[in-house]
């Protein structure tokens, strides 16, 4: 069965500190892995998206990597800041015939920015 | 910048009733899907379309329709809500399965 786990489950920084999130994965065959930001009471927002032949990628202080041979995903958030505070989802899709692959979610990793 | 709208941020219906939760999106997608998302489960599809009158069933169809008269309006129905049908309800839209765009999201409370 495909799966997508994150962790930690929670983290709680402190606001300028650095900060990194996880993501394994077992789905197959492979075909993207995205990371999102979900605020509370909000639909989610994409952060990047990555293909197989990708292992890294950066939309401002946002970095993610992916490592496809270990089925890792990271999303590294540098210089936090206040309005960082939300849940961030990994999702990876799975390619598939006949159009719009199917995605398979994890259950978020809820960050908390604190002064 | 896809838009991809949900006519309603909160709902609260009675247990029975007829539910209709709207999502309209303004690229021209091929694809829309209905997203259910709940503490500690994710998001969990129940029902997408590829095209306009076309539906398929995603992991939790049951107790949901859905329906697309037109390519832009993707509709969620709950046919007699239940209790357990409380949720964070996400629409979504992409072409070609790449650049999924969200909704808002509409939280639905059934009493």
């Known amino acids: 069965k495909n799966q997508v786990e994150q962790s930690p489950q929670s983290l709680i920084i402190l606001e300028g500190k650095n900060c990194t999130l996880q993501c394994n994965y077992t789905v197959s065959p492979f075909s993207n892995l995205r990371w999102y930001k979900q605020d509370t009471g909000r639909g989610p927002v994409s952060l990047t998206i990555?293909?197989?032949?990708?292992n890294t990628k950066s939309n401002g202080r946002y970095t993610a990597t992916l490592d496809a041979d270990t089925k890792q995903s990271s999303l590294h958030i540098t210089a936090s800041q206040l309005s960082d505070s939300a849940s961030y989802i990994c999702?990876?899709?799975?390619?598939?015939?006949?159009?719009?692959?199917?995605?398979?979610f994890g259950t978020g990793t809820q960050l908390k920015v604190e002064l | 910048d896809v838009k991809v709208t949900q006519s309603s941020r909160y709902l609260v219906k009675r247990t029975g009733e007829k539910v209709f939760l709207e999502c309209v999106q303004d690229m021209d997608h091929e694809n829309m899907f209905w997203y259910r998302q709940d503490p500690g489960l994710g998001l969990r599809l129940i029902y997408f379309?590829?095209?306009?009158?076309?539906?398929e069933k995603g992991d939790i169809p049951e107790g949901y329709s859905v329906s697309r008269e037109k390519k832009e309006r993707f509709s969620l129905i709950l046919e007699s809500a239940s209790t357990n049908q409380t949720s964070m309800y996400l629409c979504?839209?992409?072409?070609?399965?790449?650049?999924?765009?969200f909704g808002s999201g509409t939280r639905l409370t059934v009493v």
């Open positions: 990555m293909t197989f032949s990708e």
């Open positions: 999702v990876v899709s799975e390619t598939s015939t006949g159009g719009g692959n199917k995605l398979t």
């Open positions: 979504a839209s992409s072409v070609a399965g790449y650049g999924y765009t």
């Open positions: 379309s590829y095209d306009v009158k076309m539906k």
